[in-house]
């Protein structure tokens, strides 16, 4: 059974003593770049870990290319940073000043009082000084760069020819149709380009391409032996979800057992990898010191998610874009702005984001024909009955009929006309899942930036699950524990 479906197994115990002494490492491109974004601590524990394993270790030609494409940029960006912070702070005062004498030419009894301006100044300066402290003891990332560069020294795959990048391209396109993994969760990003040494090179093809070069290495030159991948892509088309537990894509790994018979592949990501270090290395490495190290890691992506979240929020999602590209938008009220903002964020596809835009259609004609006084922006949706009552979870895709405007109301209304049109029975589950994850996302608006991510996160991930009646469960879920959050 093993040796015919190795791609649902996990490695046992004595597997895992036996590959230290004939294994070949592999580290994606995310987890070289994570090397000059981690903290002191993951980033010293990894490459101690490179160093002991570095005779092991090999990377594909695609994995180098991309990697010294983009660290230079993460490299300035940090450096950058404390100055941008500094200017921002700088700017913000002057800004406060400019703002508070414009108004006071215009207001006799609104004046500034000095001597609090200067309490601000003083605080001010202290905050820049301490951020030139960090700058003056944030690690010189070049020498990390020319580090990493020594212990991988030259053992980095070959690169295909133009002709070969072609071939494998018409490849890809087919295995995408299909949703083989990996890569097919990149074809967003269209037919962004790169030129390297004079070849086009196409990103949407970079997994599949990595995939490759790793399937021909071992399949030609190097077989009997055992190969360790590690990732920090976590999408769908690298790891596959079993009831909420993620384990590497059995396809990837049955496809390499096809390619490589006498080779095995373990696919893991760095905190796995770090867990399970001193088995897979044979490197003495104390216990507790790994354990703070992946805590560490944690703290790091939890901050990088956060960033992310408002970042995107804060360029893509801006009003001037919305009321340019969107008839409608600028009549709906606040309220549904910014449940808009939430649906079309946490959209990872086109039929998505349509739906985001057909709602705001819909909001937009409601506001127009109806008596906006039903629906009433001030009041508090945070409090019972409007999101305690179990009926909004186990009944989410019907509208409630005890005469109150719940939150829940203003967000599965829908122009009946539309939905008449649409209505199909077999796809009653996909649109109650369609509703129940409308009324997550405008619950989460109603907590912290912090936890509201959180949400936003988990909305994104659930989208991958495939299996509609899992999925129902999984948001259903989800619903009762933001509902707990709410009400407390």
């Known amino acids: 059974m093993k040796k015919l479906f190795p791609g649902f197994y996990s490695p046992t115990e004595p597997e895992l003593e036996h590959i230290k002494d004939e294994c070949t490492f592999i580290f994606d491109t995310n987890v070289l770049l994570n090397l000059f974004r981690y903290p002191d601590k993951p980033r010293e524990m990894l490459l101690k870990i490179f160093k002991g394993i570095s005779n092991n270790i090999w990377i594909p030609y695609q994995v180098g290319m991309e990697y010294h494409y983009n660290v230079i940029d993460e490299i300035v960006s940090q450096n950058k940073a404390y100055d941008n912070l500094i200017k921002s702070l700088n700017d913000k005062y002057e800004k406060m000043k400019e703002d508070f004498e414009k108004y006071a030419q215009r207001h006799t009894n609104l004046q500034m009082d000095e001597d609090l301006l200067d309490e601000v100044k003083g605080s001010l300066n202290k905050l820049i000084s301490d951020l030139q402290d960090q700058k003056s003891q944030h690690p010189n990332l070049f020498n990390l760069q020319n580090e990493l560069s020594s212990i991988i020294g030259d053992k980095v795959g070959k690169p295909y020819t133009e002709d070969e990048l072609k071939t494998l391209y018409e490849l890809c396109d087919k295995r995408y149709e299909m949703k083989i993994p990996p890569g097919f969760k990149d074809v967003n990003k269209g037919d962004e380009k790169r030129v390297h040494n004079s070849i086009v090179y196409t990103n949407k093809y970079g997994d599949f391409i990595l995939w490759r070069q790793v399937l021909d290495y071992f399949s ?121 903002k939430k649906m079309l964020f946490a959209a990872n596809d086109e039929k998505s984001r349509k739906e985001a835009f057909d709602w705001v259609d819909n909001q937009f004609y409601r506001n127009e024909f109806e008596n906006n006084q039903k629906y009433d922006i001030e009041e508090d949706y945070s409090t019972p009955p409007y999101l305690s009552d179990d009926f909004y979870i186990d009944n989410y895709s019907k509208l409630d009929n005890d005469d109150k405007n719940s939150v829940l109301d203003f967000i599965t209304y829908t122009d009946k006309r539309d939905e008449l049109l649409r209505w199909n029975p077999e796809d009653e589950a996909i649109d109650n899942l369609k509703n129940l994850r409308r009324n997550i996302l405008n619950g989460a608006k109603m907590l912290s930036p912090g936890d509201e991510s959180y949400y936003i996160k988990k909305l994104a991930w659930l989208s991958n699950e495939e299996d509609i009646g899992l999925s129902i469960a999984k948001h259903k879920k989800l619903m009762k524990k933001l509902r707990q959050e709410l009400i407390l």
């Open 220 to 340: 030609e030159e190097n077989k009997n032996k055992s190969v360790i991948f590690i990732t920090d892509d976590t999408k769908s088309d690298w790891f596959k979800s079993f009831k909420g537990i993620k384990k590497p894509h059995p396809e990837l790994l049955q496809e390499f057992r096809k390619e490589c018979e006498e080779s095995t592949l373990y696919i893991y990501t760095t905190k796995e990898f770090l867990k399970y270090a001193s088995n897979l290395t044979g490197l003495e490495l104390e216990q507790e010191e790994i354990d703070e190290v992946v805590r560490g890691i944690d703290d790091y992506k939890k901050k990088k998610d956060s960033f992310e979240y408002e970042e995107e929020s804060g360029s893509v999602f801006s009003e001037e874009n919305f009321s340019i590209a969107i008839p409608g938008y600028s009549k709906l009220n606040q309220m549904q702005k910014q449940q808009f």
